[in-house]
């Protein structure tokens, strides 16, 4: 079964600034898809970018963009010129490529609460 | 908007007592799932459905079954509630088999 980690439970970073949340997966699949969620206090769960494993390049979304680095099983959001509006929980997840069974799920990690400070 | 309601919003049950929540889609997809959100544990599957009638176990399925008799609508029951389901529960729809998954806005229930 996948795992997704995100070992830091809590960060700060000063509006402006820039902000890197960790994450790392165990599988043995060699295609899938990773993403980043964001949860803002209003529970509402928000898409904040995707990543193809298949995909060299890393994705980016505006001042939003990831280090995927497959051999390590390592995906981080980087978050530049941090924003009041960007304070929220963030989840990472994962979903196999594969059509069938449980591989239809996400596997999320446990999240990380990002603060910004004014 | 993915055109995803979930009811009730908000919820206080006693333990014991049977507890459903609804999940209604207006885009027809397929794949609709059940997850529940717990400090530290992030969002966990408890079932997930691929069309009518058919549905499937998560991780954390012990405790509750899911009906899905049409397309629109996935239903998560509660036999006996207790405490340990208090939680926030979201469900989730899929457009399609490469596509991200999509919110609703979540359930909190509480069972005292």
């Known amino acids: 079964a996948q795992t997704v980690t995100q070992s830091q439970p809590e960060m700060s970073v000063q509006e402006a600034e820039t902000v890197t949340l960790s994450c790392t997966y165990d599988?043995?699949?060699?295609?899938?898809?990773l993403f980043w969620y964001k949860q803002p206090p209003s529970r509402q769960m928000i898409l904040v970018i995707r990543?193809?494993?298949?995909?060299?390049q890393n994705a980016t979304e505006n001042r939003f963009s990831v280090n995927f680095q497959k051999a390590a099983k390592s995906f981080s959001l980087k978050i530049s010129d941090s924003q009041l509006g960007d304070a929220a929980m963030y989840f990472c997840?994962?979903?196999?490529?594969?059509?069938?069974?449980?591989?239809?799920?996400?596997?999320f990690g446990s999240g990380t609460q990002l603060t910004v400070l004014p | 908007d993915a055109g995803i309601t979930q009811s009730p919003r908000h919820k206080v049950t006693e333990t014991g007592t049977p507890v459903t929540l609804r999940c209604h889609q207006t885009?027809?997809?397929?794949?609709m799932y059940w997850y529940r959100q717990d400090p530290g544990h992030g969002l966990r599957l408890i079932h997930y459905?691929?069309?009518?009638?058919?549905?499937d176990k998560g991780e954390v399925s012990d405790g509750y079954s899911v009906s899905r008799s049409k397309t629109e609508d996935f239903l998560l029951t509660l036999e006996s509630a207790t405490s340990s389901q208090t939680s926030v529960y979201f469900c989730?729809?899929?457009?399609?088999?490469?596509?991200?998954?999509?919110f609703g806005q979540g359930t909190r229930l509480t069972v005292v």
């Open positions: 989730a729809i899929r457009p399609g088999p490469n596509t991200e998954a999509f």
């Open positions: 599988t043995s699949e060699s295609d899938y898809y």
């Open positions: 990543q193809e494993a298949y995909k060299q």
């Open positions: 997840a994962y979903r196999s490529s594969l059509l069938s069974g449980s591989a239809r799920q996400l596997t």
């Open positions: 885009e027809n997809h397929r794949y």
């Open positions: 459905s691929y069309g009518v009638k058919d549905t």
